[in-house]
């Protein structure tokens, strides 16, 4: 079990040329704070500095529920807008799933194996077919009382969560989260959408990878926000198909494209590798 | 050097499954003809059969020129849609290009060692610059007289064409042609998009996925329909990127799958690998 | 459910030649059978003519118990070496495993959801850390009596499959199976390698990739032959690896090729895609 | 035209906790050096930090060919061992081909158009078809003297690089150059192997690849050692064959993934991205 932290941070670029790299490593240093990981990126376009640095809390001088208040004069210095996470706070997932459970099963699994390193708090459904699955690996699993009823269904899951859930993953959720709702969980709520958005944003992406004659299929991981399949992508991949390919073989090699890609988004979000910068997101692997 | 006849069929399926194999496999027999490669494909959403057939002339006893007479009957029979070519014969293929001339350079070299069984009737450019490439391959270089006049120079490109050209290739050419012009060489056009298509139609495809921040980008290649990147799709593929792309190394990555999706759709459509079934492509590979 | 037949058919390439492409269809015109599928393959090399048909039953004339009578004649007057095989027919598979279940996982989902259309008759493993997955799925489950005796699994296993297993699946099961063992289901016994065969035939490949440095992992699904890791391969895919990769990240991008490799293999070869010619496969998918 | 320079570098790792991340940020700050990028990895099988760092020369305080003088004390504080470029340097490159100009043809192409940064000081061959291509380029062309004397040949080239070639480029050269020759340009020459290393080392990678009945074939780039075909690995790729590719087809796809595997491996060269540790690459992408 590593005892390490992680500050995401960024900062204004003309600061950041002041020294602030120089400013952070000194802090750790100073503090007998061992990196074990850096890495940088300079979106120039935005001018920032984006920056993910891990750390060995073995030796570290500073009680860890102290840190803000050493870090913040460097942080007022610098104006860094950071994220500290630890790495052996076991964040609480919820899972929200449909008909289809192959994402399901597959975040079960890994996350039962240690892929994933976090705690399945709940999964809900609209349908009862996952309990068995849930139960299987001890997970508290949750039926929709009134799925018909979006807006009621959104409160009964929000008072389910209480304050007890960091990340919701939408598992092929086929229902869209009102606004309030996506809200609450801004950059905490991940979804996998069937397609290599920016095509075939809405429903029945495969139907339409079909009807266009396309050569490639995808599928692409997200943070949900408002506008429906644009949220910043997190990953992507895609499997090649031909003329042979109908409908039903698009599905089957989209589930596992879905699967893949999906779970690489949510270790990469429970890893603390990802920053959002307006609707992009830069990913430190 | 190859001797040998390509079949391109389609039927419908209802009398494809009275025996139009059987009967094509038949006569085939009959006259000594020797079969190396056959490929079929049922698209069943279309109720057609589709079928590419390749087979040896060494020994075959109906002089090529008389296959015609021959095939009637059969065709008549069953409904049989299909076009003939000899592997002997050598397409003559125009190019098409403006600035970049990437996609050229590698037409050029590939023609010039074999890969692409054409001659290259001439290259068409609004621009001087790719004129030296041309002239090192030793392949006619025209320079469009008044290139900002489009219909002019779609004229001045036909007449050039004659009746010598079987088949345009629009090696990142950056005008869009007219509906007559595209009317005139349906099917025997192939554009390649600097995209994954259908995401990013049109203009500066790579600066839209940059501000997209997708995680992969890619090419398509397809005949030119009247409607813009919307015609049936031969080939596409992706390279991944990542926040650390620029648009520059977007382009550059981008660069790498054009060449490889273009030539590999020009290929297929040299060796005749390709049936067109309403807006998509069965590709008999 | 479908109800087809699957021929898989080998035929001396001089043979072939005279016709037995339309010797076969006209037989199958002849007893109403419609042909949905085929797919041939000219091996040059080894001068054979490969074929895979499938045909629907529905309308078939012949009983398919009476299948072999009726072909016969033509099999001898072509020499057709021939498999037939029952869409409707679920073979029976047994899977072994030791301590890695991520592939059994992966199998019992996929027959589970339909993927897989087969039985799965038993569960074989050295471990018992297997039994609840495989209870989960209702499977039987068998532990092995004395696992570090290889002379008398070998026989507990034969006795346990009796007749009654069609194919084998070592779903990473870690013991080198012993030649009289093979024999009896050559051809029968699909293997997945955690490398990029022929790199790193044999134990610990991950470890040895991450040693050479290689900027690609890959997996290997093959049958089983007497000589290790050496068999006719089905199928192969890879993943890109850096240097920040440690064998545990390869080991874990390992897991998601392993589980897709494998089950491609499993599918074709329960589908009746694959024929061996020699010591390499042709797949017809 | 960027006026930057770049740091490798590598630290024992002991050392390197103690601050040398801080003490580097801090002197580039000092002297008003913008760092531009920077990319770490910490080895822990071998104990070290690898670094680079990038940072802007314009307003950086010490002339640049002072820079030894002023960071040594910081170099044998923390024992770095450290390669300092300019990227207004452009390196000399030698390129050596045999009779299959592609990689050649690619890498001319390339550096024309700006993707390389280098001059290309000479192309030697022992064939003379690649003389046209140089000259196209206006690029010296060599034809080796006596070919078949390898150890002359190898005199004569030294000879003709004197002290004015950075990097050597086998682009399909199809001879085995002696250890002395080697030594001379370790680690300033890279290799196309047309396999995926460690599959198929030595002569005729693809013949054997589909002896083995492979389901892909690859591309590895790698620096050149005394041992053949085991050097560092730059980078690597691989492309899908079936049971219908010849060795012919498997020579055209292959020719595709060595003009791609090894430009990547040149350029990243050119770049300064890539360090060696013992005998695999970290490269700084």
């Known amino acids: 079990m590593k005892n390490t932290a992680v500050l995401l941070l960024s900062v204004p670029m003309c600061l950041a040329r002041k020294g602030v790299v120089a400013a952070i490593s000194q802090f750790l240093v100073a503090h007998r704070g061992s990196v074990l990981h850096s890495d940088d990126h300079l979106d120039c376009g935005r001018d920032l500095f984006l920056s993910r640095l891990e750390w060995d809390l073995d030796g570290f001088d ?3 529920s102290d840190f803000e208040h050493h870090f913040r004069p460097l942080a007022d210095r610098f104006l860094i807008n950071y994220h500290l996470a630890l790495t052996d706070y076991r964040p609480r997932m919820a899972i929200l799933v449909s008909g289809y459970d192959h ?3 597959d975040l079960l699994y890994r996350q039962n194996t240690g892929e994933l390193a976090c705690d399945i708090a709940i999964v809900i459904s609209n349908h009862p077919a996952a309990r068995p699955l849930a139960e299987f690996y001890q ?6 009382t009134r799925p018909q009823d979006k807006r009621e ?4 899951m929000l008072e389910l ?8 993953v939408l598992a092929r959720y086929m229902q869209i ?7 609450q969980y801004l950059l905490r709520m991940i979804n996998i959408h069937h397609s290599f958005l920016p095509a075939f944003v809405g429903a029945k992406p495969y139907h ?4 266009r004659g396309v050569k490639l299929i995808g599928a692409t991981s997200h943070y949900v926000t408002a506008a429906l399949d644009e949220g910043p992508i997190i990953e992507q991949d895609v499997a090649r198909v031909s003329h042979r390919d109908t ?3 698009m599905l089957r090699k989209g589930r596992d494209l879905e699967k893949v890609v999906l779970s690489r988004a949510v270790r990469w979000h429970l890893e603390n590798r990802i920053l959002v910068c307006q609707n992009k997101t830069v990913v430190f692997v």
Chains 1, 2, 3, 4 share one sequence.
Do not use: K, M, N, Y
């Not at 997970?139 to 929709?144: A, E, G, I, S, T």
């Open 161 to 168: 969560f209480g304050q007890d859930v960091d990340l919701i």
């Open 139 to 144: 997970v508290p699993f949750h039926l929709l």
């Open 177 to 183: 989260l009102g606004p309030e709702f996506v809200a």
């Open 208 to 211: 339409r990878a079909f009807e």
């Open 247 to 249: 409908v039903e073989e």
């Open 103 to 105: 994402c399901l099963a």
């Open 153 to 156: 269904s959104e409160r009964e």
């Open 62 to 64: 500073i009680p860890i």
